[in-house]
């Protein structure tokens, strides 16, 4: 969303961006206006906007733009959550199927995801009524159908017939300014241990891959991520610990990036053409390694089976297929080529195209 913001502030739209106070800083230095998150509403009158993007998590600025008839869209920043038909369930971390019986599966499957979907529309109309406004039958009713900017790749996101308004923009990254970190010399190939800001409090990924690796031909920079870690982690001589990195200065110079297939990250290692080892820990990394795993840019390693025995075999497996290194090439040039933040503008602009003055409110 501060990618976003910060490309609308460059082209001279007054943008403000509400979010959390530990923010400030970071969306005042991109050029915007910053509100804290209290009462959305409030916020949205007092600026007046022209028009209203919201996170796919944060309902609230969706509310309040249709209650003061504000045009909004909605900003997902990973691969888009609706399934289509024969599709496996979301965050299952199943690969799409490749047969007529799979499909079925997956069907009959989906039939109870959709049960739980339909529960959220239900609960969402209870609250739509409760702020005067007219229930939906759609599910996923949180997701603008004006406008929705998917900030992924193209080629991780299985093919479908997408909805008018839908758009696959590409991702929208963004990183707090941070120094260059060196890595360790020598020729040997460079690996970034990039774990999760969110999961793995006990850094078992980051201790494994130190572990696994230590006497592998290959340099190791790896980041605690300012979180401490639970017990000492003994570091082998091509390898490197620190407690923060700048992926955008590192991730172009690696030959593989082993994390837990967040989507920040993941994405931002493939716009660098670096191809990712996934080991996804929870929630929509399960979804995130699968389609990487799909789109042939990175291999997958189930979170059970993590060991220093089974990451240092899956590392030696992704160094030697050839094919991954060249797929993540390819997603680079067409990052390079397609710049997200600049592809969301434009639809933003054009949302808004019918008032008097682009002042977008981003929340």
């Given amino acids: ?48 906007p022209d028009v ?24 997902i920043p990973h691969v888009h959550p609706a399934t289509a038909n024969g599709f496996p369930a979301y965050a299952s971390g199943a690969r799409l199927p490749r047969t007529a019986a799979g499909r079925a599966i997956w069907n009959r499957v989906t039939t109870r995801v959709r049960r739980g979907l339909e529960q959220g529309r239900d609960e969402l109309n209870d609250t739509r009524r409760r702020v005067g406004l007219e229930p939906i039958d759609r599910v996923h009713g949180g997701i603008s159908e004006r406008l929705c900017m998917v900030a992924t790749f193209p080629q991780l996101e299985y093919p479908r017939a ?13 990183e707090p300014p941070y120094h260059r970190v060196a890595p360790p010399p020598g020729p040997e190939p460079l690996l970034l241990v990039a774990p999760s800001t969110a999961q793995d409090p006990q850094h078992r990924l980051l201790l494994d891959s130190l572990a696994g690796l230590r006497d592998e031909p290959v340099r190791v920079l790896a980041t605690w991520n300012r979180r401490p870690l639970p017990r000492p982690a003994p570091v082998g001589p091509r390898q490197r610990l620190v407690e923060w990195i700048s992926y955008a200065q590192t991730m172009p110079g690696c030959a593989l990036v082993i994390c837990n297939a967040g989507h920040g990250t993941m994405a931002r290692a493939l716009a660098s053409g670096a191809p990712v080892l996934a080991v996804p820990h929870a929630g929509d990394m399960n979804e995130n390694a699968a389609r990487l795993d799909w789109a042939g840019a990175g291999l997958r390693l189930p979170w059970p089976l993590l060991s220093p025995v089974t990451l240092r075999l899956a590392v030696r497996q992704a160094l030697r297929t050839p094919g991954l290194a060249a797929r993540a090439a390819e997603l680079a040039r067409w990052s390079a080529a397609n710049r997200g933040a600049e592809r969301a503008s434009d639809l933003v602009e054009q949302l808004a195209s019918g008032a008097s003055a682009a002042a977008p409110v981003l929340g």
């Avoid at 209203?52 to 900003?75: C, F, K, S």
């Fill in 52 to 75: 209203v993007v919201h996170d796919i998590l944060t309902l609230a600025p969706a509310l309040a733009a249709e209650l003061e008839g504000v045009p909004a869209g909605t900003l």
């Fill in 1 to 48: 969303m501060i990618a976003l913001g910060e490309a609308l502030a460059r082209r001279g739209h007054l943008v403000t961006l509400e979010t959390w106070s530990r923010w400030r800083a970071e969306v005042q230095g991109a050029g915007m206006q910053f509100v804290a998150t209290v009462e959305t509403r409030r916020a949205l009158v007092d600026a007046q």
């Fill in 162 to 174: 997408w909805p008018p308004g839908t758009h696959i923009v590409g991702p929208l990254a963004w």
